[in-house]
Nanobody, 124 residues
Framework: QVHVVESGGGSVQAGDSLRLSCAAS????????MGWFRQAPGKEREFVAG????????RYRDSVKGRFTISRANAKNTVLLQMNSLKPEDTALYYC?????????????????WGQGTQVTVSS
């Protein structure tokens, strides 16, 4: 089992920045990937960014490229999502997920363990 916990959400103005943190605990040894997804009210959950924990390779959805950065934190098994130049359309519940395979997937079913989510609200 892997336990995933997100933190760092909040309410900001358009153009501001936020940093989300995701800590994974439990059976995290070996190769795996971490991903961030988001779900806005009335919309489907969508992939935002992911990182291969083994080699650090990353993937992003097009709408956040150049604004969001996913990285491995110094703390063990912690992933950060730095979000800059936030827009109202970034408003959503952000979820962190872990995949017990060192491949960054973009589908919900690619991931095995999920956190409860952290709310990000961006006002214009």
């Amino acid at each position: 089992q892997v336990h995933v916990v997100e933190s760092g959400g909040g309410s900001v103005q358009a153009g501001d920045s936020l940093r989300l943190s995701c800590a994974a605990s439990g059976r995290t040894s070996g190769s795996y990937a971490m991903g961030w997804f988001r779900q806005a009210p009335g919309k489907e959950r969508e992939f935002v960014a992911g990182i291969n924990w083994s080699n650090g390779s990353t993937r992003y959805r097009d709408s956040v490229k150049g604004r969001f950065t996913i990285s491995r934190a110094n703390a063990k098994n912690t992933v950060l999502l730095q979000m800059n130049s936030l827009k109202p359309e970034d408003t959503a519940l952000y979820y962190c997920a872990a995949r017990i395979e060192a491949v960054v997937g973009v589908l919900i079913n690619d991931y095995d363990y999920w956190g409860q989510g952290t709310q990000v609200t961006v006002s214009s």
